[in-house]
């Protein structure tokens, strides 16, 4: 890796569930909660996340705190303030990848290479999630957060005010995702995009990234 090549590339942009965190779907807290609301583990996804009060939510139209109510009321689960909500627990058991991380610390150097969350998520990202709970808050520059800014990836709006507030073009970003919709939507605009499919292979495309003259990056 060389360091003309480093300083083509002036940003790590990384997408949160699925890509810095991951976890089965099977896990044990998965299948806790399913039996919680009366459904097989392999529903979670299609009933919590595949419906009109998490679309709402991700553009911030609802906070956290609504969604988790709604969500209660759509298992039919008694709701109070203050409690862990229901994403929460589905998700306690997911694992921070450290190798990810650990390489995104090393590049970081602002303001010449930045490192940044782009996530599709509810109000609760910041606060309760990358800093209460995985104390993680502080490796990123920036954190570009869906519901905070009312669009949510693949709209190119959100990619392009990512690259705004880095200050880098799309051909000096590197943007990793678990979703390949996310990742095409970042290509088509010039960005080097890398879909996850686990850890490893994520570290090694971003090192072969930054090690490739910029010339014959592709997507």
Request: hydrophobic share 45%; glycine share 4%.
């Amino acid at each position: 890796m060389t360091n003309s090549h480093q300083q083509a590339i002036r940003a790590l942009i990384l997408d949160f569930g699925g890509v810095l965190v991951t976890m089965p779907h099977d896990s044990p807290s998965a299948r806790r909660l399913a039996a919680e609301v009366g459904i097989a583990p392999d529903r979670l996804t299609p009933e919590i996340l595949d419906n009109d009060d998490w679309g709402l939510a991700l553009v911030g139209a609802i906070d956290a705190e609504e969604l988790d109510r709604r969500l209660h009321a759509r298992f039919g689960l008694p709701w109070e303030t203050g409690q862990p909500n229901l994403i929460a627990r589905w998700f306690s058991d997911e694992q921070l990848n450290h190798e990810l991380l650990e390489l995104a610390a090393s590049l970081r150097q602002p303001p010449d290479f930045q490192v940044a969350v782009l996530s599709n998520a509810a109000t609760d990202l910041e606060e309760q999630i990358l800093h209460e709970k995985l104390d993680i808050l502080h490796c990123f520059d920036l954190v570009i957060n869906s519901a905070r800014v009312g669009v949510r990836k693949p709209d190119p709006a959100i990619y392009h005010l990512t690259l705004e507030r880095l200050g880098v073009a799309p051909h000096q970003a590197i943007f990793v995702d678990d979703m390949p919709v996310n990742v095409a939507a970042a290509a088509a605009l010039g960005i080097h995009a890398i879909h996850f499919q686990n850890q490893r292979q994520a570290v090694d495309a971003i090192r072969r990234a930054l090690s490739t003259p910029q010339d014959t990056l592709t997507a």
